[in-house]
């Protein structure tokens, strides 16, 4: 008896240590055929794969990652609006490159400037939008430099807003998966890069149709952007992410020879990454979360309920081990409407560390009491608070 538990508790040994040198050998083995690779699950932060992260390399078009960052911090924080025009100057004329063949002097809506960049990689778009932002080419490229400061890019430097090769111009996969990270939250930002096509001068004789040059948006399931580059010195570039049931995944590459090893470099990372994340449900939208006492109000307490679906990526192999804790007052005072944020809910791994909240709602409104009424729960909270102590 002894003999056969010792032979099954071997065997059991045996198969966990095959899964986890499967595992660790399927990432040792990708085929990335690329100068840099990382690959990083979106919400945690986690680094599933890294080849040679933090090499500083030229990153080509992947610089208008930042560009697109920077305009849509502004739209966000109404600086700037989608109905903006927008004036080519003679430098944006001059970049070269993929282009609109925008013209000095010519005026377009910060809307098509921001597409034609997202969409179509617009040397002189990129340097117009830049030149609006930041009131000039050399302003812009300093807040460039500042945001990637304060967002932790460690081995970043930028020198212009399009990509165009140029001297101390360079970044890293790691730095790109940061701040690609951060990207993905921004309002319209996968819109913006998982657009397959977009008409400039739609209707006139210089009308352009742009088609995205990130091909993998049809052709690798649940894909839904972020950037292509290409120069002679950068070789190949990409930034993407997919999503699956779930869970978000971002794949870097720098420094490919071919569009094909790029592509196929992305691919392999993507499938690993998916191979090993399942999302657990965290909460539901809707979710009944318990009540919260109210004071004034026609009701003496009001449901609170979950503010949105909430996800949890987590490996296949581990278990979920996460606590929740509901941050909301203990007494709300009416009027209350429906819909209304009460709190937040939060859920902490083993050592603290908050890694999904959404916010608390009010599940009904509540009107606020007559004056009788209130006299009455306020001589209760009186009567609470003397005989009680609270």
């Not at 952007?225 to 870097?252: D, E, F, H, M, P």
């Not at 090993?276 to 009944?288: I, T």
């Not at 009904?364 to 009567?383: C, H, N, P, S, W």
């Amino acid at each position: 008896m002894i003999n056969r538990c010792r032979s099954g508790l071997t065997l059991i040994l045996i198969l966990s240590l095959l899964l986890v040198f499967s595992a660790t050998g399927l990432a040792a083995n990708l085929p990335i055929k690329a100068k840099s690779a990382i690959l990083m699950e979106a919400q945690t932060g986690e680094v599933l794969y890294q080849h040679n992260p933090d090499e500083q390399l030229p990153m080509a078009s992947v610089t208008k990652i930042m560009t697109m960052v920077l305009a849509l911090e502004a739209l966000r924080d109404n600086k700037v609006s989608f109905e903006d025009v927008v004036v080519g100057s003679y430098l944006a004329k001059s970049m070269g490159g993929t282009q609109i063949w925008l013209e000095e002097g010519e005026q377009m809506s910060f809307k098509d400037m921001l597409y034609a960049v997202a969409v179509g990689s617009a040397n002189d778009c990129a340097v117009a939008l830049a030149e609006y932002l930041g009131g000039s080419f050399d302003a812009f490229v300093a807040i460039m430099n500042k945001r990637a400061s304060e967002l932790g890019l460690t081995n970043t430097n930028y020198v212009n807003p399009s990509g165009l090769d140029a001297p101390n111009h360079y970044t890293s996969a790691r730095d790109i998966a940061i701040l690609s990270r951060y990207a993905v939250t921004l309002p319209l930002f996968l819109e913006l890069t998982s657009t397959w096509e977009y008409w400039v001068r739609k209707g006139t004789p210089q009308e352009v149709w742009l088609t995205t040059f990130n091909k993998m948006i049809k052709q690798y399931p649940g894909y839904d952007g972020i950037k292509t580059g290409y120069t002679s010195q950068a070789g190949y570039c990409l930034s993407s992410t997919a999503q699956r049931n779930g869970v978000r995944l971002l794949a870097v590459v720098l420094g490919a020879n071919t569009r094909q090893d790029r592509d196929q470099s992305i691919k392999a990372l993507l499938d690993y990454g998916f191979q090993l994340y399942k999302a657990e449900q965290l909460l539901s939208k809707g979710e009944p979360l318990g009540q919260v006492e109210v004071l004034h109000g026609l009701s003496d307490s009001v449901d609170i309920i979950a503010g949105a679906d909430l996800i949890y990526p987590v490996k296949k192999s581990a278990t979920l081990d996460l606590s929740r804790e509901l941050q909301c007052p203990s007494v709300i005072v009416a009027p209350i409407t429906q819909g209304e944020q009460i709190g937040t809910i939060v859920f902490m791994d083993p050592q603290g560390n908050i890694v999904a909240k959404t916010p608390i709602l009010a599940a009904e409104t509540v009107e606020r009491a007559g004056f009788f009424k209130i006299i009455g729960q306020t001589t209760r909270q009186m009567l609470k608070a003397l005989f009680f102590g609270k």
